[in-house]
């Protein structure tokens, strides 16, 4: 997976189409990311021990990988990324438009 929790992503498709926000959970096993104000699902609970007030809880659903993209801080735009190797041999994300690292 080329995303990473903590970046600033671009929703490409969906109802969503066009926010941005902050990865808050990858899932590489099904290929989904949870993003920070976006997506938001509800979910109806019935009142337990833990959680005495039931009801229903709003929170973000996870959306495919292949529906975001990553926003380079430089360029201020959703962006393609290459993998690169530096000199030091540690592998790094660079933007596609300016080569700035990403990492």
């Known amino acids: 997976m080329y995303i990473k929790k903590g970046d600033t992503v671009m929703v490409l498709a969906g109802k969503e189409k066009g926010k941005t926000g902050k990865v808050l959970k990858v899932n590489p096993k099904d290929n989904t990311v949870v993003v ?18 039931g009801g229903i809880i709003e929170k973000e659903g996870p959306l495919h990988v292949a529906k975001v993209n990553l926003v380079c801080p430089k360029c201020n735009t959703h962006v ?20 700035e690292i990403l990492d």
């Not at 920070?36 to 007030?53: C, L, S």
């Not at 393609?80 to 300016?98: N, Q």
């Open 36 to 53: 920070e104000k976006v997506n938001f699902i509800k979910r109806h609970t019935r009142p337990t021990k833990r959680a005495p007030q």
């Open 80 to 99: 393609r990324i290459r993998k690169r190797v530096l000199e030091d041999g540690r592998k790094v994300r660079t933007c596609v438009k300016c080569s």
